[in-house]
């Protein structure tokens, strides 16, 4: 439609339009130009659009280019209603981020009091595999989680695998936001993907998740 308005402006404007009338020429030749100016971000922008559509029908959400973003996690969190699974190098920045009773900001402490069926299960590596730097932070978490047994029992539960941590991922009821594990390097840095957990790149996380928990005796 805008392309027809745009080309019979453009006809009438170069064979019938009287030179003299100027307020016509600046009625006219504004048609023209705001109709070819649509036409180019119209081109421009369509592929963008397409490959959104196949995004969004591929389950993909969003693309973290740093894992620890707090802000795009804690609105997952807040809205959490049946399950919350992390699996990561030591959990202590989701602990210290959403579970923290000290902290004025624990998005997932006030999840869980307005959700009595919702459940958080943490995943982490055993003391002979995890991380080096992560040891010094583990009595911090235990104090923490042990910090909401009295109001929240089992509904909060830590185990520990027998393997290094080679993923870091959270996910909340529909959704997951799954990241690598770099040995070597500072892995909170390092980028993630949030999809549906309708996905089959998402089920595949869950199910890695439930095997391995499975597999793992509760701790203390």
């Avoid at 971000?41 to 490959?51: C, K």
């Avoid at 840095?189 to 549906?196: K, N």
């Amino acid at each position: 439609m805008v392309a027809i308005v745009t080309s019979g402006s453009a006809v009438y404007y170069f064979l019938y339009l009287d030179p003299n009338d100027a307020k016509l020429i600046g009625l006219v030749g504004g048609v023209i130009s705001g109709g070819l100016v649509f036409l180019l971000t119209y081109i421009v922008s369509a592929q963008p659009l397409r490959d959104l559509a196949r995004y969004e029908q591929m389950g993909i959400r969003g693309v973290l280019a740093s894992r620890h973003d707090k802000a795009y996690y804690a609105v997952l969190v807040s809205k959490a209603r049946r399950s919350v699974q992390v699996m990561g190098a030591s959990c202590t920045r989701f602990v210290e981020d959403f579970l923290d009773l000290q902290s004025e900001d624990h998005a997932l402490v006030d999840a869980l009091r307005r959700n009595q069926t919702l459940y958080v299960q943490l995943l982490i590596p055993d003391d002979e595999h995890i991380a080096e730097s992560s040891t010094p932070r583990l009595p911090g978490l235990f104090h923490k989680l042990e910090a909401l047994k009295p109001e929240f029992g089992e509904r909060i539960e830590l185990r520990r695998f027998h393997a290094k941590a080679q993923h870091s991922f959270m996910s909340v009821d529909d959704d997951l936001v799954a990241g690598p594990i770099f040995q070597d390097n500072e892995s909170k840095y390092a980028p993630a993907v949030h999809v549906a957990m309708s996905t089959r790149f998402a089920q595949k996380y869950y199910d890695h998740f439930e095997t391995v928990w499975n597999a793992c005796e509760p701790t203390g």
